[in-house]
């Protein structure tokens, strides 16, 4: 075969150091947008980025050129460091040292977007705490609880 190919399909969760529900609904929009720029700069495609005040959910494919784990840090990295820019109450702002990430078959991602296109509902009903460690479980992630939170 001539080129190389792959389709690696993630979801990716992360939330506010200690669970504090710092993004509000004026800033998770940017937010969002942002996360997904990041995305693409980086040669990944962002299928949906969503969330509520204490955590973010992305649906994305991600490139052959750069490790998963670089992809992770720059997202976080870099739009912590522009939440700070976007209020006087966000420039303490950090997100909690781990995330979870998942793999999702392509067939999986449509449910995967609707899933995270309604967060806030979903959330009238569970923490993100809950969520989490329900997501571990789904997907089979070996865990120990007292290093989950920070």
């Known amino acids: 075969m001539a080129q190389s190919l792959h389709v690696v399909g993630v979801h990716l ?3 506010t150091r200690c669970r504090r529900p710092m993004l509000d609904s004026t800033v998770r929009p940017g937010l969002f947008n ?3 720029r990041v995305l693409h700069n980086l040669e990944c495609r962002s299928v949906t980025v969503g969330g509520v005040e204490d955590h973010v959910h992305v649906a994305c494919l991600l490139t052959m050129k750069h490790a998963t784990m670089t992809v992770v840090e ?3 990295r870099s739009s912590s460091k522009w939440l700070k820019t976007q ?4 420039r303490s702002f950090y997100w ?17 977007r609707s899933y995270i ?3 806030e509902t979903h959330h009238r ?3 993100f705490s809950d969520e989490f460690i329900r ?15 920070d």
């Open 34 to 36: 942002y996360v997904a």
């Open 96 to 112: 909690q040292n781990g995330y979870g990430l998942f793999s999702v078959s392509p067939s999986h991602m449509e449910p995967l």
């Open 13 to 15: 969760v992360f939330g």
């Open 74 to 76: 720059e997202v976080k």
């Open 87 to 90: 209020s006087p109450r966000l």
């Open 125 to 127: 009903r569970e923490t």
């Open 117 to 119: 296109a309604n967060q």
């Open 135 to 149: 997501l571990l479980k789904k997907y089979g992630a070996e865990y120990d609880e007292r290093y989950l939170w």
